[in-house]
C-alpha cells in the first residue's frame, strides 16, 4: 500500500510529466534543442519574432510603450537587443548584447556598463532584467551612467494568479515568486533567470528598494497583456493564433484591464533618476529669468 506522504509526491511528478511533455509538443521547430546560452539561439529567436505576425505585433506594441515614456533626446541604450527590433522603431538607440550579435553595436555587461558617466538619456529593455544575476549592480550602474532625470524603461514577466499557472507550467524559465535573494547564480546570459525578480523588486520588496536606490523613483508600474503573448507561442512555442487575431485579443484585454493585477502576465515598468532638489531649483530659476516670471 502507498505510503500516504508519497500520494502528494505521486501526483506532482505527474503534473511535471505532463508540463514537460505539453512544452515539448508546443515547442517551436527553429529552437528546439538548442542551447539557450548559444548566440545562434538569440539569431534563430529573431527570425521568430518576424516571421510570425502575433508576436511581431506584440513586440511593436511594447516598443511603443517604451518610446512613449522617454524624454529630451539623448542617447538611449537598449539591453539584451539581439532577438528584438527596437533599433527600428526607436531613433537614437544604442542596440546591445551580453555576446556578439548581428545589428548589435554594443557588447555590453548590465552589471559593468561600458559607458561614461551621466552619458545614457534612457536605458531600456525587453525581457531582460529578471536574466541579470545581481541587479542590485546593474541599478548602481545605471545610477553612474543615467543623466539626472533619465529612465529606465521595460517590459518584463509578472506575477499574478494566472502568470503563476502558465510560467510554472508552460515555460522553461525558473519563476520563484518566493525567492528570498535579488540574485541568482549565473549559469549562463541566458539560462540564468528568476522570471518573478521584476514583481519582487516593485511590489513585494518595493519598500526596500526605495530605501536602498532613492535615488530612482518607481514612476510607472503597469500589468498587461493576459494572453496575446501567450497565443502566439512567445519565442520558443509554435503560435496558436493568426496574426489578424491582434485586435480580437487586444480588445478582450483592454476590458479585463480593471483586472490585470490577477491576469497580466508582463507589466510595464518606468524607473526614473531623481533630479536633486538643488538641480532642480536652479533649473526652475534659470527658466523663470529666461521667461522674464523672476522679478
Excluded at 46 to 51: D, N
Excluded at 233 to 256: K, N
Excluded at 286 to 294: I, V
Aim: charged share 20%.
Amino acid at each position: 500500500m502507498m505510503a500516504p506522504e508519497s500520494i502528494p509526491s505521486s501526483l506532482e511528478s505527474k503534473k511535471n510529466r505532463w508540463s514537460h511533455a505539453l512544452r515539448a509538443m508546443l515547442a517551436h521547430p527553429l529552437t528546439r534543442g538548442l542551447d539557450l546560452d548559444d548566440p545562434a539561439t538569440t539569431e534563430r529567436r529573431r527570425q521568430i519574432i518576424r516571421s510570425k505576425g502575433l508576436l511581431k505585433r506584440i513586440y511593436s506594441q511594447w516598443y511603443g510603450m517604451i518610446q512613449a515614456g522617454l524624454g529630451e533626446n539623448g542617447p538611449i541604450l537598449e539591453l539584451g537587443s539581439g532577438g528584438g527590433f527596437m533599433s527600428e522603431s526607436i531613433n537614437g538607440l544604442i542596440p546591445s548584447e551580453v555576446f556578439f550579435c548581428k545589428n548589435v553595436a554594443v557588447i555590453a555587461d548590465a552589471m559593468a556598463l561600458p559607458f561614461a558617466p551621466a552619458s545614457l538619456r534612457a536605458i531600456v529593455m525587453v525581457d531582460v532584467l529578471h536574466h541579470i544575476p545581481d541587479v542590485r549592480k546593474f541599478f548602481n550602474e545605471a545610477d553612474r551612467c543615467l543623466r539626472q532625470g533619465g529612465a529606465i524603461l521595460m517590459v518584463e514577466p509578472w506575477v499574478s494568479r494566472w502568470s503563476k499557472l502558465i510560467y510554472t507550467k508552460l515555460h522553461h524559465e525558473p519563476f520563484l515568486p518566493q525567492a528570498a535573494e535579488w540574485s541568482f547564480p549565473s549559469r549562463g546570459p541566458l539560462s540564468g533567470a528568476n522570471g518573478a525578480l521584476p514583481w519582487i523588486l516593485v511590489e513585494r520588496d518595493r519598500a526596500v528598494f526605495e530605501r536602498d536606490f532613492p535615488q530612482f523613483e518607481i514612476s510607472t508600474v503597469q500589468p498587461i497583456m493576459p494572453f496575446q503573448y501567450l497565443v502566439s507561442g512567445g519565442i520558443s512555442m509554435r503560435s496558436l493564433g493568426p496574426g489578424w487575431s491582434f485586435h480580437f485579443w487586444r480588445i478582450l484585454e483592454a476590458i479585463l484591464h480593471p483586472w490585470m493585477k490577477d491576469w497580466g502576465m508582463f507589466a510595464f515598468i518606468a524607473f526614473r533618476k531623481r533630479v536633486p532638489i538643488s538641480e532642480a531649483f536652479r533649473i526652475t530659476s534659470a527658466y523663470e529669468t529666461r521667461t522674464g516670471l523672476l522679478l
